[in-house]
T-cell receptor, first 112, second 109 residues
Framework: DGGITQSPKYLFRKEGQNVTLSCEQNLNHDAMYWYRQDPGQGLRLIYYSQIVNDFQKGDIAEGYSVSREKKESFPLTVTSAQKNPTAFYLC???????????FGPGTRLTVT | EDQVTQSPEALRLQEGESSSLNCSYTVSGLRGLFWYRQDPGKGPEFLFTLYSAGEEKEKERLKATLTKKESFLHITAPKPEDSATYLCAVTGGSYIPTFGRGTSLIVHP
Protein backbone atom coordinates (compact mmCIF):
# COMPACT_ATOMS: atom_id res chain seq x y z
CA ASP A 1 0.00 0.00 0.00
CA GLY A 2 1.27 3.44 -0.90
CA GLY A 3 1.26 6.08 1.77
CA ILE A 4 3.04 8.27 4.25
CA THR A 5 4.25 6.99 7.58
CA GLN A 6 5.28 9.01 10.59
CA SER A 7 6.91 7.64 13.66
CA PRO A 8 6.53 7.54 16.51
CA LYS A 9 2.84 8.34 17.08
CA TYR A 10 3.60 9.78 20.53
CA LEU A 11 6.91 11.22 21.68
CA PHE A 12 7.90 12.55 25.08
CA ARG A 13 11.06 14.54 25.72
CA LYS A 14 12.60 16.63 28.44
CA GLU A 15 13.19 20.30 27.85
CA GLY A 16 16.63 20.98 26.37
CA GLN A 17 16.79 17.79 24.32
CA ASN A 18 16.73 17.65 20.54
CA VAL A 19 14.31 15.17 19.00
CA THR A 20 13.90 13.88 15.44
CA LEU A 21 10.53 13.01 13.92
CA SER A 22 10.47 10.54 11.07
CA CYS A 23 8.50 10.91 7.82
CA GLU A 24 8.67 8.34 5.02
CA GLN A 25 6.60 8.09 1.81
CA ASN A 26 6.42 5.46 -0.89
CA LEU A 27 4.20 7.49 -3.21
CA ASN A 28 7.15 8.61 -5.34
CA HIS A 29 6.21 12.21 -4.61
CA ASP A 30 8.77 14.93 -5.20
CA ALA A 31 7.53 17.51 -2.70
CA MET A 32 7.34 16.99 1.06
CA TYR A 33 6.18 19.30 3.84
CA TRP A 34 6.20 19.60 7.62
CA TYR A 35 3.37 21.33 9.47
CA ARG A 36 2.65 22.06 13.07
CA GLN A 37 -0.93 22.01 14.36
CA ASP A 38 -1.98 23.60 17.66
CA PRO A 39 -5.51 23.64 19.10
CA GLY A 40 -7.68 26.29 17.46
CA GLN A 41 -5.05 27.12 14.83
CA GLY A 42 -4.66 26.21 11.23
CA LEU A 43 -1.77 24.17 9.96
CA ARG A 44 1.42 26.20 10.01
CA LEU A 45 4.22 25.38 7.61
CA ILE A 46 7.62 24.64 9.15
CA TYR A 47 9.72 23.49 6.19
CA TYR A 48 9.14 22.15 2.72
CA SER A 49 11.22 20.40 0.08
CA GLN A 50 10.47 20.34 -3.62
CA ILE A 51 13.31 18.04 -4.54
CA VAL A 52 16.04 15.91 -3.00
CA ASN A 53 18.89 17.87 -1.37
CA ASP A 54 16.87 21.10 -1.38
CA PHE A 55 14.49 22.58 1.19
CA GLN A 56 13.06 25.96 2.17
CA LYS A 57 11.89 27.53 5.39
CA GLY A 58 8.20 27.95 5.98
CA ASP A 59 6.46 30.44 8.24
CA ILE A 60 7.71 29.05 11.55
CA ALA A 61 11.12 27.47 10.86
CA GLU A 62 12.92 28.88 13.91
CA GLY A 63 14.03 26.10 16.25
CA TYR A 64 13.58 23.37 13.63
CA SER A 65 15.85 21.72 11.08
CA VAL A 66 15.32 19.23 8.25
CA SER A 67 17.22 17.17 5.72
CA ARG A 68 16.21 15.63 2.38
CA GLU A 69 18.89 13.13 1.43
CA LYS A 70 16.44 10.67 -0.12
CA LYS A 71 13.24 11.20 -2.07
CA GLU A 72 11.33 8.98 0.35
CA SER A 73 12.44 10.58 3.59
CA PHE A 74 12.10 14.03 5.16
CA PRO A 75 13.00 13.95 8.88
CA LEU A 76 12.32 16.93 11.13
CA THR A 77 14.51 17.77 14.11
CA VAL A 78 12.98 19.84 16.89
CA THR A 79 15.88 21.54 18.60
CA SER A 80 16.19 22.89 22.12
CA ALA A 81 15.94 26.37 20.61
CA GLN A 82 12.25 25.86 19.81
CA LYS A 83 10.43 27.71 22.60
CA ASN A 84 7.09 25.87 22.51
CA PRO A 85 7.72 22.46 20.94
CA THR A 86 4.70 20.65 22.36
CA ALA A 87 2.34 20.19 19.41
CA PHE A 88 0.93 17.80 16.81
CA TYR A 89 3.31 17.49 13.85
CA LEU A 90 2.11 16.52 10.39
CA CYS A 91 4.12 15.48 7.36
CA UNK A 92 2.66 15.71 3.86
CA UNK A 93 3.70 15.01 0.30
CA UNK A 94 2.58 16.05 -3.16
CA UNK A 95 3.29 14.78 -6.63
CA UNK A 96 4.44 17.14 -9.33
CA UNK A 97 1.28 17.02 -11.44
CA UNK A 98 -1.26 18.27 -8.93
CA UNK A 99 -1.47 20.54 -5.92
CA UNK A 100 -3.32 18.50 -3.32
CA UNK A 101 -1.32 17.12 -0.43
CA UNK A 102 -1.44 13.73 1.23
CA PHE A 103 -0.80 13.62 4.94
CA GLY A 104 0.72 11.16 7.34
CA PRO A 105 -0.94 10.14 10.61
CA GLY A 106 0.98 12.69 12.66
CA THR A 107 3.29 12.64 15.68
CA ARG A 108 2.21 14.18 18.97
CA LEU A 109 5.26 15.61 20.72
CA THR A 110 5.14 16.52 24.39
CA VAL A 111 8.09 18.33 25.96
CA THR A 112 8.17 18.82 29.73
CA GLU B 1 -0.53 37.23 1.29
CA ASP B 2 -3.02 34.42 0.78
CA GLN B 3 -5.76 34.17 3.39
CA VAL B 4 -8.39 31.56 4.22
CA THR B 5 -11.25 32.04 6.67
CA GLN B 6 -13.60 29.22 7.55
CA SER B 7 -17.00 29.56 9.17
CA PRO B 8 -18.57 28.59 11.39
CA GLU B 9 -15.85 27.43 13.79
CA ALA B 10 -18.16 24.72 15.08
CA LEU B 11 -21.43 23.26 13.84
CA ARG B 12 -23.78 20.84 15.51
CA LEU B 13 -26.38 19.07 13.39
CA GLN B 14 -28.96 16.41 13.91
CA GLU B 15 -28.64 13.34 11.74
CA GLY B 16 -30.31 14.11 8.41
CA GLU B 17 -30.13 17.89 8.86
CA SER B 18 -28.36 19.26 5.78
CA SER B 19 -26.07 22.29 6.04
CA SER B 20 -23.09 24.07 4.50
CA LEU B 21 -19.59 25.01 5.61
CA ASN B 22 -18.01 28.16 4.24
CA CYS B 23 -14.45 28.89 3.16
CA SER B 24 -13.69 32.50 2.16
CA TYR B 25 -10.35 33.12 0.53
CA THR B 26 -8.08 35.69 -1.02
CA VAL B 27 -5.28 34.44 -3.21
CA SER B 28 -3.14 35.66 -6.04
CA GLY B 29 -3.30 33.28 -8.98
CA LEU B 30 -5.42 30.41 -7.67
CA ARG B 31 -3.89 27.03 -8.48
CA GLY B 32 -6.36 25.08 -6.41
CA LEU B 33 -8.75 25.13 -3.46
CA PHE B 34 -8.73 22.01 -1.34
CA TRP B 35 -11.02 20.41 1.20
CA TYR B 36 -9.74 17.92 3.76
CA ARG B 37 -11.39 15.94 6.52
CA GLN B 38 -9.52 15.47 9.80
CA ASP B 39 -10.57 13.06 12.55
CA PRO B 40 -9.31 13.69 16.10
CA GLY B 41 -5.66 12.73 16.54
CA LYS B 42 -5.20 11.85 12.87
CA GLY B 43 -3.77 13.45 9.76
CA PRO B 44 -6.04 15.26 7.30
CA GLU B 45 -7.61 13.18 4.56
CA PHE B 46 -7.89 14.73 1.11
CA LEU B 47 -11.45 15.18 -0.17
CA PHE B 48 -11.61 17.56 -3.15
CA THR B 49 -9.66 19.94 -5.34
CA LEU B 50 -11.49 22.79 -7.10
CA TYR B 51 -9.63 24.76 -9.73
CA SER B 52 -11.95 27.42 -11.10
CA ALA B 53 -15.14 29.32 -10.26
CA GLY B 54 -18.26 27.36 -11.09
CA GLU B 55 -16.65 23.99 -10.53
CA GLU B 56 -18.43 21.44 -8.36
CA LYS B 57 -17.38 18.04 -7.04
CA GLU B 58 -19.30 15.39 -5.13
CA LYS B 59 -18.47 12.44 -2.97
CA GLU B 60 -21.22 10.55 -1.17
CA ARG B 61 -23.03 13.12 1.03
CA LEU B 62 -20.50 15.89 0.36
CA LYS B 63 -20.56 18.44 -2.43
CA ALA B 64 -17.95 21.19 -2.83
CA THR B 65 -18.57 24.33 -4.88
CA LEU B 66 -16.35 27.27 -5.78
CA THR B 67 -16.85 30.94 -6.59
CA LYS B 68 -14.19 33.61 -7.06
CA LYS B 69 -14.27 34.49 -3.37
CA GLU B 70 -15.49 31.45 -1.48
CA SER B 71 -16.13 27.75 -1.44
CA PHE B 72 -18.92 25.82 0.19
CA LEU B 73 -18.91 22.27 1.44
CA HIS B 74 -22.51 21.12 1.40
CA ILE B 75 -23.39 18.14 3.57
CA THR B 76 -26.64 16.43 2.62
CA ALA B 77 -28.46 14.29 5.18
CA PRO B 78 -25.37 13.90 7.39
CA LYS B 79 -24.70 10.84 9.51
CA PRO B 80 -22.81 10.66 12.82
CA GLU B 81 -19.79 9.25 10.96
CA ASP B 82 -19.50 12.57 9.12
CA SER B 83 -18.43 14.16 12.40
CA ALA B 84 -14.93 15.56 11.95
CA THR B 85 -13.04 18.80 11.40
CA TYR B 86 -13.16 19.99 7.81
CA LEU B 87 -10.17 21.99 6.59
CA CYS B 88 -10.02 24.31 3.60
CA ALA B 89 -6.75 25.35 1.92
CA VAL B 90 -5.69 27.34 -1.13
CA THR B 91 -2.55 27.31 -3.20
CA GLY B 92 -1.77 30.34 -5.31
CA GLY B 93 1.14 31.88 -7.10
CA SER B 94 3.49 31.29 -4.17
CA TYR B 95 2.98 27.54 -4.62
CA ILE B 96 2.65 27.18 -0.84
CA PRO B 97 -0.70 26.09 0.65
CA THR B 98 -2.50 28.32 3.14
CA PHE B 99 -4.90 26.56 5.49
CA GLY B 100 -7.94 27.83 7.34
CA ARG B 101 -8.54 26.96 10.99
CA GLY B 102 -11.24 24.45 10.14
CA THR B 103 -14.87 23.83 11.00
CA SER B 104 -15.58 21.25 13.68
CA LEU B 105 -18.73 19.32 12.71
CA ILE B 106 -20.66 17.17 15.15
CA VAL B 107 -23.63 15.17 13.89
CA HIS B 108 -25.92 13.85 16.61
CA PRO B 109 -27.87 10.62 16.05
Amino acid sequence: DGGITQSPKYLFRKEGQNVTLSCEQNLNHDAMYWYRQDPGQGLRLIYYSQIVNDFQKGDIAEGYSVSREKKESFPLTVTSAQKNPTAFYLCASRNGQSWEQYFGPGTRLTVT
Amino acid sequence: EDQVTQSPEALRLQEGESSSLNCSYTVSGLRGLFWYRQDPGKGPEFLFTLYSAGEEKEKERLKATLTKKESFLHITAPKPEDSATYLCAVTGGSYIPTFGRGTSLIVHP
